[in-house]
């Protein structure tokens, strides 16, 4: 590619894709060359927030990806419209940054990865607190072996997400969100993944899931307010359980606890407990034994995944990171084959619902 920029299509002009934008636009070898949505309103929207003058505008994907100079594709789209235009993009050639999650189900998760594979094309998938500083630091001591062996990881994804999201009509059913895990609980469970990896970019493999879910929400249109203390009783209503719990066996043989919560009465929380054989965490609290005759807990002051508002999530981080793999040829390690095995324990988890059993996997 020379020393061109790399053209990015942001496809779909919600909330998440002014972060994207962003991202790109900070970036010095990247430029956003066009939007594409389903409202023509949403795309120039989106362009003159951005301050984007004289790119292309379209609300056909089509289109859009046969606009000159486009070498990056972000999928910004609600997640049932995910696999169909991964797999637009890669018949026309593109990388593509696929937004979480990335399928509703194995048929469609199978069909998007042949296609990434056969086109050969590269990938980054929006689980995007693998940037956030907390993990960044968190990750570089596993591998470090600040805290041994790693034999049991907790992520809880705890968030009463609700109509004020711009998403929250599509994600709140059953036929387009399918599950709470999957909308929202996806990010616990890829931080257990990496969190139970002990090396520097290794996400652990699943090999066992059993799963509950229950809560109080599904089907009622109540939601709470935190910020104003405050309840209403008419949104349109939740159609699935707003709590599951995953349990995991990790292919190392550690253990793992992940749950996603849309029930509770609470600001948005991530808590994170890590534990091995010669030290543990608490979110940012550590004790290690590196640091012989500790006596309190270390308090890491660094940024925690403790908000919900996309701008505060670390995209900045993973776009470069991925702009970084394109221009060096590398694969990253948040790439679709490696989100392929966490939306499969998803899927797997599903079956424990049905039979009251754990599933084995793959
Ligand atoms: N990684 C993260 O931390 C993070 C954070 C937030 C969201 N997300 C994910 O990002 C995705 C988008 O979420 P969001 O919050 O940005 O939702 P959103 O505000 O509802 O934005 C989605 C956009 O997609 C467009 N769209 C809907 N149907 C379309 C279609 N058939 N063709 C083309 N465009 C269509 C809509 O465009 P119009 O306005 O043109 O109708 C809308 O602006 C979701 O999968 C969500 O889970 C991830």
């Given at each position: 590619m020379g020393d061109r920029e790399l053209g990015v299509l942001v496809h779909g002009a919600g909330w998440v894709s002014g972060e994207h934008i962003k991202a790109?636009?900070?970036?010095?070898?990247?430029r956003v060359v066009a939007i594409s949505s389903r409202k023509m309103e949403?795309?120039?929207?989106?362009?003159?927030?951005?301050?984007l003058e004289g790119i292309g505008m379209y609300t056909d994907l089509d289109r859009a990806l046969r606009h000159e100079g486009v070498d990056i594709v972000s999928v910004c789209t609600p997640q049932?419209?995910?696999?169909?235009?991964?797999?637009?993009?890669?018949e026309a050639g593109k990388h593509i940054v696929i937004e979480k999650p990335v399928a509703n189900n194995m048929q469609e998760l199978r069909a998007?990865?042949?296609?990434?594979?056969?086109?050969?094309?590269?990938?980054?998938?929006?689980f995007v607190l693998r940037w956030n500083p907390l993990f960044e630091t968190l990750k570089s001591l596993i591998a470090d072996d600040a805290f041994g062996r790693v034999y049991y990881v907790e992520a809880d994804y705890q968030h009463h997400i609700a109509s004020w999201w711009t998403g929250f009509e599509d994600a709140r059913k059953k036929d387009t969100g399918v599950g709470a895990m999957l909308v929202g609980g996806c990010h616990a469970l890829d931080a257990a993944r990496w969190f139970a990896g002990q090396e520097t970019e290794e996400a652990a493999r699943v090999v066992e899931v059993f799963a509950y879910r229950g809560g109080w929400r599904k089907g009622t249109g109540l939601e709470y307010n935190y910020l104003a203390g405050t309840w209403s009783d008419n949104s349109p209503p939740l159609e699935y359980e707003g709590l599951e719990v995953f349990l995991l066996r990790f292919a190392s043989g550690a253990i793992g606890k992940v749950s996603v919560n849309f029930d509770c009465i609470m600001p948005y929380t991530f808590p994170i407990q890590i534990f091995g054989d010669k030290g543990s965490v608490k979110d940012n609290r550590i004790w290690s034994h590196k640091f012989p005759g500790q006596k309190k807990w270390i308090e890491?002051?660094?940024?925690?995944?403790?908000?919900a508002d996309v701008t505060h999530h670390p995209f900045q981080g993973?776009?470069?990171?991925?702009?970084n793999c394109i221009l060096n040829n590398r694969e990253s390690h948040c790439n679709l084959e490696d989100a392929y095995h966490t939306h499969e324990v998803i899927f797997a988890a599903q079956e424990c619902y049905e039979t009251g059993r754990p599933v084995k996997l793959p």
């Open positions: 790109f636009q900070n970036n010095p070898h990247t949403s795309v120039r929207r989106r362009a003159q927030q951005a301050g049932h419209l995910h696999a169909e235009n991964t797999i637009q993009a890669t998007m990865r042949d296609a990434v594979r056969s086109a050969g094309v590269k990938t980054v998938v929006s890491i002051p660094t940024i925690l995944p403790d908000s993973e776009i470069d990171h991925f702009v």
